[in-house]
């Protein structure tokens, strides 16, 4: 299994102001994932992340609002840009096992506020 | 396209009682099924796992086995504790793509 650690694990923003959330993995992973978690509701991917080429967004998801890097295969950044507080939400960073690709373990999540 | 179907929720039980929360699902080949458990203000934890059907996966006393037939994968706990209590996600993968239930909330009372 895979460890993953993120930060910051919460924060209170202002409207219009952007906020980059870092994920970091113990091992080398293939892939790593973006979801978003609303108030009381289940996961939403965001985008998929794979190191040395662009994120692959989800429908309803695009770059400019939600940019992300993946510089190597143990660390990745998302953005929320230009925040309103639709996007008060805990957004999670998962990476697929070493051992098992279909298989994907998840951060403890960063809960955001939007004033 | 895949889906996933949980028991609507939440579920109070006390503590000792029998725990079922069910979970359906709609997919095209051969998915490899999950639950994950999410404690109060933390991310998620994989609870268990099956690949194949017939497959019983299990952890921490909880159970869930595959059935193809039914397109099922229920999770069961014989006896339920107070720190049971937590939001529990089914979920499937195709590929490497998770779909996830709607999430089930337990609470246990003492």
């Known amino acids: 299994s895979a460890v993953i650690s993120q930060k910051p694990s919460r924060d209170i923003c202002q409207r219009g102001t952007s906020l980059t959330i870092q994920c970091q993995v113990d091992?080398?992973?293939?892939?790593m994932f973006w979801y978003r978690q609303q108030p009381g509701q289940s996961l939403t991917l965001i985008a998929t992340a794979n190191q040395g080429s662009e994120a692959t967004y989800e429908s309803g998801f695009v770059i400019d609002k939600f940019p992300i890097s993946r510089p190597n295969l143990t660390f990745s950044t998302l953005t929320v840009s230009n925040m309103s507080p639709e996007d008060s939400s805990i957004y999670l960073c998962?990476?697929?096992?070493?051992?098992?690709?279909?298989?994907?373990?998840f951060g403890p999540g960063t809960r955001l506020t939007v004033l | 396209g895949d889906s996933v179907t949980q028991m609507e929720g939440p579920v109070t039980l006390s503590e000792e009682a029998f725990l079922t929360i069910n979970c359906t699902y709609t997919?095209?080949?051969?998915?490899?099924l999950f639950w994950y458990v999410q404690y109060p203000g933390e991310g998620l934890q994989l609870l268990l796992k099956?690949?194949?059907?017939?497959d019983k996966g299990s952890n921490k006393g909880f159970e869930a086995t595959y059935r193809k037939e039914t397109t099922s994968f229920h999770l069961e706990k014989g006896s339920v504790q107070v720190s049971d209590s937590a939001v529990y996600f089914c979920a499937l993968s195709g590929g490497s793509r998770l779909t996830f239930g709607e999430g089930t909330q337990l609470t246990v009372n003492p």
């Open positions: 099956a690949t194949k059907a017939d």
């Open positions: 997919a095209t080949g051969y998915p490899s």
């Open positions: 998962s990476a697929d096992g070493t051992a098992s690709t279909d298989t994907q373990y």
């Open positions: 091992s080398q992973v293939t892939m």
